[in-house]
């Protein structure tokens, strides 16, 4: 159990690095295209207006995910129906996220895919912690 | 009892630590956001207020003792097609334009968020000056698939160190003041012609006037900080915060609007 924790706990240390670099330093600096035409271009993703919703970026949205879930870790809060709502909302935004961009961007952001990897990585954490634990079911947020 | 008492408590605490937590940090994250960095992403208007780097330390890029102004993009780019109607304006104070031919950027199949934005294309374009040099490039037409003009060495060393992940539009100003990206907004021009483009910006009203005119001040400012180095007369200045009254002095005899 101890080591989910912990693997929950570095997959949300990465990915809410990733998601602060994205919202504070990358996304700022791109007004541009990329002069390399190719699949891999952070400018061609984070320049589309697909990089916010509702003028809130998906980037700092992301951040906010995955301090939950550092959080929740970290304060061995072991609440079912928070890991649960979590876990839902992370896995619609990043299947919607993913068709953004290979289907209607048709280019893939480095940093996103990076936060993308470590939010499957406490998707399936959260997922074996709720299947194998005695979360308590009763606690509500 | 106790035992099952005590599990509670910590739960309770382990629950009001976490919300109190996750409040306090998201709620300063996002004032962080909103007050530091918001300005620098697209506004209502569709401004980029992003401003020029300024390298005060570099030495002064001159041809034949005038300035040399950088423009490195590409047809098919829809932030460069924004940036040079400001480009335009802004070298207009101080030379003459011909040749300046009206394109439109990469059509929305593929360029699906800012499709068909109105502009000039630089591939014939030719600046005359007294103070400044244009070196110009368009790396791709219109659709991106073939090469128009390459960087000459000097264009391309700068590009390299001051544009290492290689957006473009690129901007130098005497090697001493860089743009990369636009502080146009290209959602402005969406679904535009060249001919409404051109009369909004002749009639200096609208939001697309007010933000080519706001760029175009930017880089006229860089020039003139950039051309009284040239002169001789080194003033003191930490940033390119100038507003156009100060420049307006600085060079004594010519409103620059």
Redesign the interface.
């Given at each position: 159990m101890n080591k989910l924790r912990i693997s929950i706990l570095a997959f949300s240390i990465v990915g809410f690095g990733d998601s602060a670099f994205i919202t504070f330093f990358e996304s700022k600096a791109l007004a541009s295209c990329s002069v390399n035409i190719s699949l891999i271009s952070c400018e061609n993703v984070l320049n589309t207006p697909y990089a916010s919703i509702f003028g809130i970026p998906w980037s700092l949205l992301g951040m906010i995910w995955f301090l939950a879930f550092l959080l929740l870790s970290a304060t061995k809060y072991d609440s079912f129906y928070a890991y649960l709502t979590f876990v839902v909302l992370g896995t619609s935004s990043i299947i919607y996220l993913l068709y953004l961009e290979f289907i209607v961007v048709g280019s893939i952001c480095l940093y996103c895919t990076v936060a993308h990897i470590c939010a499957i990585g406490i998707i399936l954490s959260s997922i074996y912690l709720i299947r194998n634990s005695s979360l308590n079911k009763k606690e509500l947020i | 009892m106790k035992k099952q008492y005590n599990k509670r408590r910590k739960?309770d605490s382990?629950?009001n630590?976490?919300?109190v937590?996750?409040v306090a940090?998201?709620l300063v994250?996002?004032a962080?956001?909103y007050l530091f960095?918001q300005g620098?992403?697209?506004t209502s208007t569709g401004v980029?207020a992003?401003n020029l780097t300024y390298y005060p330390n570099n030495s002064p890029i001159t041809q034949e003792g005038k300035l040399v102004f950088i423009y490195v993009g590409?047809e098919?780019?829809?932030?460069?097609a924004a940036e040079r109607w400001a480009i335009v304006m802004a070298l207009s104070h101080f030379g003459n334009w011909s040749n300046l031919e009206p394109i439109y950027s990469a059509p929305p199949q593929i360029e699906?968020?800012y499709p068909n934005i109105p502009t000039y294309t630089f591939v014939n374009a030719i600046y005359k000056s007294d103070k400044i040099v244009f070196w110009e490039v368009e790396?791709?037409n219109r659709y991106?698939n073939v090469s128009l003009q390459k960087m000459n060495s000097i264009e391309q060393q700068l590009f390299n160190t001051y544009d290492p992940?290689?957006?473009?539009?690129?901007i130098s100003i005497g090697g001493i003041y860089f743009r990369?990206?636009?502080?146009v907004?290209p959602?402005l021009f969406v679904g535009l012609s060249f001919q409404e483009v051109q009369q909004q910006i002749n009639s200096k009203q609208g939001p697309i006037y007010q933000a080519v005119y706001q760029e175009s001040q930017q880089l006229t400012n860089a020039i003139l900080n950039v051309l009284n180095i040239l002169s001789g007369h080194v003033i003191l200045f930490y940033d390119n915060n100038f507003t156009m009254h100060t420049a307006f002095n600085l060079n004594s005899n010519k409103a620059y609007e």
């Open positions: - | 739960k382990n629950r630590r976490f919300i937590l996750f940090i998201v994250i996002i962080i956001y960095f620098h992403s697209t980029y992003t590409a098919y780019c829809p932030y460069c699906p968020n790396l791709y991106g992940s290689g957006g473009i539009p690129f990369i990206g636009s502080g907004s959602a």
